[in-house]
């Protein structure tokens, strides 16, 4: 059986000390729930978060890194540093790092590889603007980014990844794709992945979906054959998290 997953992705959002103190308030609610939690807090918060969360199956991730070992790329951390740091989760792919800060396709195939090589659980995301939808190009869309990031990849590395879909249109505007919308990419993902592996892997990589779940429309989402959770943005800087969480 796939995994129930609820990721809370903080962007820049909160100091260390913020950081602390909303983990204090919210961890035994968020580390009593029947599903697998994450937090991808902002890189300098991660100790801090992996302190409060110690006693917890609480999962700290950071929210991007490179994938060279070492060298002279500034402003960048590698999966080792991540590792000490704590963290044993890596966000992968987001909409923001595309579009914001370039990052290619091949980019993100080259992070996927070195984060299962350094055992790092990768939450990968894909998504599609509004201009893809409106064209009616989203499953096509969604399949090429699919089958990008994958590719080189084993079906025993495949299996320890999680598959988050973000309709870009829905991330932080407040608007939420349907059920029926969101099933059907997060079923599109499923079968693509189903045609790259088969079904004994597809069948048990957790498909999320990433556009402005909250506590309100938590129940319905997940309630789709193909979602078996959220990356949440925003709700997750606030006690809301543990209330979807525990949905």
């Known amino acids: ?3 129930r997953v609820i990721a809370g992705n903080w962007k820049m959002n909160k100091t260390p000390a913020e950081t602390r103190e909303f983990l204090e308030s919210v961890k035994e609610r968020i580390s009593r729930a029947d599903a697998r939690v994450f ?3 902002p890189l300098i918060c991660i100790p801090e978060a992996v302190e409060v969360l110690k006693d917890t199956d609480v999962c700290v991730g950071a929210q991007n890194f490179y994938y060279e070992e070492k060298g002279a790329f500034t402003g960048e951390v590698s999966a080792d540093m991540l590792i000490c740091a704590g963290a044993k989760a890596v966000i992968i792919g987001h909409s923001e790092r595309r579009d914001i800060f370039g990052e290619s396709d091949e980019l993100i195939n080259l992070k996927l590889k070195k984060a299962v090589e350094k055992g790092l659980i990768p939450i990968l995301c894909c998504g599609e603007s ?8 989203a499953a096509a869309h969604i399949e090429r980014q699919i089958k990008s990031a994958f590719d080189g990849i084993s079906a025993k590395d495949a299996a320890k990844c999680i598959v988050a879909y973000e309709p870009i249109w829905a991330i932080g505007t ?3 794709a349907t059920s029926d919308q969101a099933q059907e990419i997060c079923a599109c993902v499923r079968e693509t992945l189903k045609s790259i592996y ?3 892997v597809s069948d048990v990589i957790p498909v999320l979906y990433g556009g402005s779940m909250n506590a309100g429309n938590a129940a319905e989402l997940v309630a789709c054959e193909d ?6 943005g925003s709700a997750s800087l606030k006690e809301e998290f543990a209330d979807i969480v525990n949905v």
């Not at 509004?130 to 190009?137: K, W």
């Open 198 to 200: 088969g079904g004994s």
């Open 130 to 137: 509004l201009e893809i939808r409106e064209a009616g190009t």
């Open 39 to 41: 937090v991808f807090p």
């Open 174 to 176: 407040g608007k939420t």
């Open 1 to 3: 059986m796939r995994s």
């Open 227 to 232: 979602i078996d959770g959220g990356l949440i």
